[in-house]
């Protein structure tokens, strides 16, 4: 086995690096007939920082503050036409995710686990404005609070832990700015609620 000692330590520390994509949880108004969705997804990147906190054999504390970047690309239709070409909505959050992990018995050099918990997130790309040379009609309220979930497996190497882990947050806060652009009120208005969802694939060096 290779460090057969490293899950007694009571604390330690990484990085993480990992890929994502964020979507949009859209619920429109009743009568509406202009409808937003996004039908691309466009990949992003994230890096943080990890610090565990064994809790017990089978329990650990997770806080891994980072950064996320990532974009969403909006589209409007009337009935089947495409009314423009779509919103690029960018994303750049600070992350404070703090969440429990539990691990299976560890089997030889590797060890399963799920992991838990919640995040904080504030985006940086959040517009206090419209910008009259930008397509965008939509803003965003930079704060929001997340739910996570997601599963990984530890592989213990000769001198570190790697971990590949695949996580999905889910935003609880409706992030729509409800303000629409002046000229443009159509958009805001066909869209009551915008929840936001980030799907992770994360490699954990530690």
């Known amino acids: 086995m290779n460090n057969p000692g490293y899950d007694y330590k009571w604390i330690h520390f990484g990085f993480t690096v990992g890929l994502n994509t964020m979507d949009f949880g859209l619920q429109r108004p009743a009568g509406t007939t202009l409808f937003a969705d996004v039908s691309r997804i466009s990949p992003g990147f994230q890096v943080s920082i990890v610090s565990d906190l064994r809790l017990a054999e089978y329990y650990s ?6 950064i996320t970047f990532g974009q969403r690309s909006l589209f409007f239709y009337q009935g089947d ?12 959050f600070l992350d404070f995710p703090l969440l429990i992990k539990y691990k299976a018995k560890r089997v030889n050099n590797y060890r399963p686990y799920f992991i838990g918990g919640t995040s904080i997130r504030y985006d ?14 939509i803003r965003l309220k930079p704060f ?16 570190f832990k790697f971990s590949p882990e695949i996580k999905l947050s889910a935003g609880i806060r409706n992030v729509l700015v409800d303000d629409p652009a002046q000229g443009f009120p159509q958009y805001v208005n066909s ?12 490699f954990h060096f530690e």
Do not use: H, W
Not at 148 to 158: A, R, V
């Open 61 to 66: 504390l997770r806080f891994l503050p980072g």
């Open 144 to 159: 929001d609070i997340y739910l996570e979930i997601g599963f990984g497996i530890d592989f213990y190497l000769q001198y």
């Open 81 to 92: 036409t495409i009314l423009d070409a779509s919103m690029e909505v960018e994303s750049n």
């Open 124 to 137: 940086l790309a959040a517009r206090k404005e419209y910008e009259e040379d930008s397509n965008v009609y």
């Open 191 to 202: 869209i009551n609620k915008l929840n936001s969802f980030v799907v992770m694939l994360c």
